[in-house]
């Protein structure tokens, strides 16, 4: 069993910045990929950083640039530091990872970006 705990949203101003973390427990962390997705309303999720085991990144388009993905595996937790936030990001935004064919999630930690 995985356990995501998510942290770290809340109201920021457009350009600001916000750091999400994800601290995670129940299997060995450090040998699997870790993801970030995003829900707006009305909208279907999406990815929008993962890392894998040796540090790789991958990003969309849509937040290259501006969001960094990290690992600390001694404390088994994945961040999430996004800088000139738009409203565009509002979203709820979930901690992820594969353990064969299941996919946990965390219980989400919401992101306004409003002036």
């Known amino acids: 069993q995985v356990q995501l705990v998510e942290s770290g949203g809340g109201l920021v101003q457009p350009g600001g910045s916000l750091r999400l973390s994800c601290a995670g427990s129940?299997?060995?962390?450090?040998?699997?990929?870790m993801s970030w997705y995003r829900q707006a309303p009305g909208k279907q999720r999406e990815l929008v950083a993962s890392v894998s085991s040796g540090g790789n990144t991958n990003y969309p388009d849509s937040v290259k640039g501006r969001f960094t993905i990290s690992r600390d595996n001694a404390k088994n937790t994945v961040y999430l530091q996004m800088n000139s936030l738009k409203p565009e990001d509002t979203a709820v935004y979930y901690c992820s990872t594969v353990r064969g064919p299941v996919r946990y999630w965390g219980q989400g930690t919401q992101v306004t970006v409003s002036s």
């Open positions: 129940g299997s060995i962390f450090s040998i699997y990929v």
